[in-house]
């Protein structure tokens, strides 16, 4: 597959149907993949972050989750990736997985979002094997065993985990090799979209780039940082490694 060079950190160049065949691809070698998401936000801690980075450019596959990358893209003169965004490929994904009969484990987000978004699912006429748990979970002890072995218990083909940025990498570092799923996706806040725990953004705020802004309006406090601060920082790192390279 084809990639470029985002500061630190790769991303395919993927349209959503050859994602598809990638993650049917993987699931038939059994290889225990992991799809993960390259924004301006992930973009900032890979290149802060020595690990992160390394992990992102360990992953089978990395979407491009954002204007923000393709644009970082389009001033590094290099070709632009397809964005591919979770809230809405989501729904083409569920799709896919039922021609191909995948079964589904979600995990992340807060107690009942979870049972709320299979809820959303099957209300949609998605016909899935599909189960989840939350997120809200020790991580680092018995606790965090125990739901290892009810992922494994359902032994899905694919693994959605949630949990957000680095949280749900570092999980998957300490845990992939434990884990039955074939594929393993990262994707953030997903279940808090699915669910209408938050709401979607109306689309032309969508193609315009703006969602950052809608996200923020939605949770300033949480998000003020990563947008008025990352947001600039990134495009200076852009315009940094355009003059004098990495």
Not at 55 to 74: E, H, P, R, T
Not at 100 to 127: M, R, T
Request: proline share 4%.
């Amino acid at each position: 597959m084809r990639t470029i060079q985002i500061l630190k950190a790769k991303v395919n160049l993927l349209t959503v149907d050859e994602l598809h065949r990638e993650i049917k691809r993987l699931i038939e070698t059994k290889q225990k993949a992991v799809v993960d998401y390259l924004n301006i936000y992930s973009a900032n801690i890979a290149y802060e972050e020595e690990w992160f980075a390394k992990f992102l450019n360990s992953c089978s596959i990395v979407l491009c989750d954002g204007k923000g990358v393709q644009m970082g893209a389009y001033f590094l003169g290099q070709e632009i990736p397809p964005q591919i965004a979770y809230n809405r490929w989501l729904w083409e994904f569920f799709s896919f997985c039922q021609t191909e009969h995948y079964s589904i484990f979600l995990l992340g987000a807060k107690p009942g979002v979870v049972e709320k978004s299979i809820e959303v699912i099957e209300e949609k006429g998605y016909k899935l094997s599909i189960d989840g748990y939350h997120g809200y979970f020790n991580k680092t002890n018995e606790e965090n065993e125990e739901v290892v072995k009810i992922i494994n218990t359902f032994c899905p083909d694919i693994l959605l985990v949630g949990f957000g940025m680095p949280i749900q990498e570092k999980w998957v570092i300490e845990n992939r090799e434990k884990l039955n799923a074939k594929v393993i996706i990262l994707g953030g806040a997903f279940l808090d979209w699915i669910s209408g725990s938050v709401k979607l953004p109306p689309r032309f705020v969508t193609k315009f780039g703006l969602e950052w802004l809608y996200r923020l309006i939605l949770e300033p406090r949480r998000l003020a940082h990563r947008y008025l601060i990352g947001i600039p920082q990134f495009f200076m790192r852009i315009f940094w490694c355009r003059l004098f390279g990495n």
